[in-house]
């Protein structure tokens, strides 16, 4: 199993609120209507807490400023994953998601990566 991860920031016009609200209530559904064109076992959003422990947590240890939020999008492989963004759908899909996400994520200001989850 593996996942593809996306650390997001939102666009520089949106507050938290409004970023929460886009992609839980339009960008998710939009996904979910799709997963299986993209063979996705699982969709996670982790949405960033306001709180006082994020600010200590980054002055503690001199970090860079929290992203807004995290996605997360489990694959059986990343073959699997290969294949189905290969397809004439896939590829149509890719570029509908990419359009929807500038709607509200700032890419410049994001990160996208494929990990191997190992839980101990």
Request: with cysteine.
């Amino acid at each position: 199993m593996i996942k593809f991860i996306m650390c997001l920031t939102r666009h520089p016009n949106m507050t938290r609120e409004e970023f929460k609200d886009y992609w839980m209530n339009k960008h998710g559904p939009f996904f979910m209507e799709n997963a299986g064109t993209m063979r996705a076992k699982k969709y996670v959003q982790l949405h960033t807490l306001d709180t006082a422990l994020n600010e200590g947590l980054r002055s503690s240890r001199g970090m860079q400023p929290e992203y807004d939020g995290v996605a997360e999008v489990w694959f059986e492989s990343e073959e699997e994953l290969v294949q189905a963004m290969s397809t004439p759908e896939g590829q149509k899909l890719s570029i509908a998601l990419l359009e929807d996400e500038k709607n509200f994520i700032d890419h410049s200001k994001s990160s996208a990566f494929i990990v191997e989850q190992h839980e101990f």
